[in-house]
């Protein structure tokens, strides 16, 4: 068990919908960062928080947007959603900003599934 | 450029038997850490080791162990004794001190499969 807590598991929704990730860090960790998994993109950074504030941004698209609120915990939200929007989401995290020699530790992910 | 990569999409090997998977990185960053993580059909991810660009050895953890050559800018990941448990897709990823946050790039991955 990584610590990382993803809800839910799992997702179902129609194109054109708007739907919330949510993720709690380890207990201590201050980073938060956002992966999608798609079986033609790989694994592909989408957006890093660090205690509240965005730090980096990676491949996001502009329909999606992230927060991470006072309790440290993170939302992801996903909206107008299209079929190439089906992956698999990781929420991550990290004690610090920044920082190479720690893994980051990855919750169980949600898997979104638009039809 | 491919900051990751990994050339063999699937391996195969027999249980009990040792098993090497490639992983290649780029980067001009003096400091960086490289990582393997594991990730079964079930899909979480799971770290396995890590290696620091100043390490002078080989990182090990249990059966798993990484081939570290600077010069070569790799970092193959060695399953000693493979269980069919090891079965599961691997990823090499890679932290530069540089990338504003640190985020971890991946690899394709490699499918492994081990066989009784």
């Known amino acids: 068990d990584s610590g990382v807590t993803q809800t839910p598991k799992h997702l179902i929704t129609a194109t054109g919908q708007r739907v919330t990730l949510r993720c709690s860090p380890r207990?201590?960790?201050?980073?938060v960062y956002w992966y999608q998994q798609s079986l033609d993109q790989g694994l592909q950074f989408l957006i890093q928080?660090?205690?509240?504030?965005?730090?980096a941004k990676g491949n996001i698209l502009e329909r999606f947007s992230a927060q991470q609120f006072p309790d440290l915990h993170s939302e992801l939200n996903l909206s107008s959603l299209e079929l190439g929007d089906s992956a698999l989401y990781f929420c991550?995290?990290?004690?610090?900003?920044?920082?190479?020699?720690?893994?980051?530790?990855f919750g169980n992910g949600t898997r979104l599934t638009v039809t | 450029a491919q900051k990751i990569t990994q050339t063999q999409p699937g391996m195969f090997v027999q249980e009990k038997e040792a098993v090497t998977l490639d992983c290649t990185y780029d980067t001009s960053d003096p400091s960086y850490g490289l990582f393997w993580y594991k990730q079964p059909s079930s899909g979480e991810m799971i770290f396995l080791i890590y290696q620091g660009s100043y390490d002078q050895q080989n990182a090990t953890e249990g059966r798993y162990s990484l081939n570290f050559q600077k010069a070569r800018k790799s970092a193959n990941l060695v399953i000693s004794a493979s269980q069919l448990g090891d079965s599961a897709m691997y990823f090499c990823?890679?932290?530069?001190?540089?990338?504003?946050?640190?985020?971890?790039?991946f690899g394709e991955g490699t499918q492994l499969t081990v066989n009784p």
């Open positions: 991550a995290s990290s004690p610090w900003d920044g920082g190479y020699n720690s893994p980051l530790h």
């Open positions: 990823a890679m932290r530069e001190s540089e990338t504003s946050g640190s985020r971890l790039t």
């Open positions: 207990s201590g960790d201050l980073s």
């Open positions: 928080y660090y205690n509240g504030e965005e730090r």
